[in-house]
């Protein structure tokens, strides 16, 4: 029997509803997202539904029944009741040199909590935390749910990609969001990420939503429109969830580019590395821990993941989780030794040309965006799905924002394959700094705003 003769109405007339303005029922939503499982809807129904969403909105009440029912699409992963409260995960909605799961997930894990992260790979401007990963030799995000319940058990954390069997109505609608020009929806965004959240079977997530030049909003009411619309669907499912509205102007800390931010990861871990970097991980590992019990409070939360990043402990959870996805125990135990060249282990990239300043002054700017579309025509990302990209290329900040530079000293240097920087590039990347005059500069926190589990 097929979904319409089910549930006795047509997708038209659903599509003429949403159009129109009308509020889907759940019964509407569940025949819908069956519909796309099942590839009963023509792939021309489900894209004119897309944009009637993206036209019309969503009520609150339409994106909870629009995400549970995408979760359900397929597994949902379920975990020993034994870790009840303990189940735990952070999303980004994207930046520039975003590099924060890396040491988030084994600081987590070093706290107690089970962190069964499921990320993405790289797409235009934006890193993924996956591709990150693969340019340590070994490194497999690719594990089966059994393998992945395993590693929970002997490390507390592990990285991996999507499996074919969670969520796969996102994968379809997903796809023709991006042909149809619907990604920014606020709620089938909501959906997409919830949908997959919720499939992990979390008890806890923390939203990092970012706004500014280097990022999907550039400013702080849109992406706080998202961040309340992600925390009232995610809770309304049973999972405590908030939100962290954080700055994505210039880069997250230093390094910028696949291999060189597993090596910032790296020093993160090892009690040292930028403190902006720093800042946001124990901002969203202690957010995590308090909503999760972990900790009495946010500030007592971010004091214990504070603990786990300098007295090693988290270090180790991460060598573990290397050893546990594939890479070789001694490039393990080396990558997070003391005293490491990682370059040793990661592959270099075969050209570095330093950037010298333009005239004397304070570092004021430095654009996230610039860095990150050079760095895409260089190699570093995708344009579309399924490309290969150059884990070696990247950018090394040489200097940090209210940093004062004479004329003539380096403050970027990129990494990179081609022959030559040319004369574009070069000027494109020289026009992503910005020195002023004043004599004072104060960088503002990358943390704006905290919204609370309702």
């Known amino acids: 029997m097929s979904e319409e003769e089910e549930y006795g109405f047509n997708f038209p007339e659903l599509i003429r509803c949403k159009r129109d303005g009308g509020q889907l029922s759940k ?21 004119a539904m897309l944009m009637a969403i993206w036209q019309k909105g969503m009520a609150a009440e339409e994106t909870v029944a629009l995400t549970e029912e995408m979760m359900h699409s397929g597994e949902v992963l379920r975990w020993p009741k034994a870790w009840e409260g303990l189940v735990v995960d952070k999303h980004s909605t ?35 935390t996956l591709d990150k990963l693969e340019s340590i030799p070994g490194f497999s995000v690719s594990q089966p749910v059994e393998k992945i319940r395993e590693i929970l058990v002997d490390v507390g954390c592990c990285i991996v990609g999507q499996t074919e069997t969670l969520v796969p109505a996102d994968r379809v609608m997903y796809a023709l969001r991006d042909a149809t020009s619907t990604v920014d929806s606020l709620p089938l965004i909501t959906g997409s990420i919830l949908s997959k959240k919720g499939a992990e079977g979390l008890n806890a997530l923390v939203l990092d939503v970012k706004f500014g030049k280097a990022a999907l909003y550039k400013d702080l009411s849109s992406a706080r429109q998202l961040a309340q619309s992600m925390v009232t669907v995610g809770n309304s499912m049973g999972i405590r969830t908030g939100a962290v509205l954080s700055r994505m102007d210039a880069p997250i800390g230093r390094m910028v580019g696949n291999t060189l931010e597993v090596c910032e990861a790296l020093d993160c871990l090892k009690g040292c590395g930028p403190d902006d970097l720093r800042e946001l991980v124990i901002s969203l590992g202690g957010y995590l821990l308090w909503m999760s019990g972990r900790a009495a409070s946010l500030a007592h939360g971010q004091e214990a993941l504070a603990e786990v990043l300098s007295n090693g402990a988290a270090l180790q959870k991460f060598q573990a989780m290397l050893q546990a996805q594939g890479v070789p125990a001694h490039v393990a135990q080396s990558l997070c030794s003391a005293q490491c060249d990682y370059f040793l282990h990661l592959r270099p990239a075969e050209h570095k040309t330093e950037l010298t300043a333009q005239s004397d002054g304070t570092v004021v700017d430095v654009d996230g965006m610039v860095l990150a579309e050079v760095l895409h025509k260089l190699g570093a990302g995708r344009t579309k799905a399924g490309e290969p990209i150059n884990y070696s290329v990247g950018a090394e900040l040489l200097v940090t924002l209210g940093q004062k530079v004479k004329k003539g000293e380096p403050w970027l240097r990129i990494h990179y394959d081609w022959p030559a920087l040319d004369a574009q590039l070069h000027s494109d990347l020289q026009a992503a700094v910005l020195i002023g005059t004043a004599d004072s500069y104060h960088a503002n926190p990358r943390v704006a705003e905290f919204i609370l589990p309702q």
């Open 27 to 47: 019964q509407d939503i569940r025949a819908l997202v069956r519909g796309v499982s099942s590839g009963s809807i023509q792939e021309g129904q489900l894209g």
């Open 94 to 128: 994207g930046g520039v040199g975003d590099k924060v799961s890396l040491p988030l997930a084994p600081a987590l894990a070093a706290c107690g909590c089970k962190v069964p992260m499921i990320s993405g790979r790289g797409l235009a401007h934006t890193g993924g």
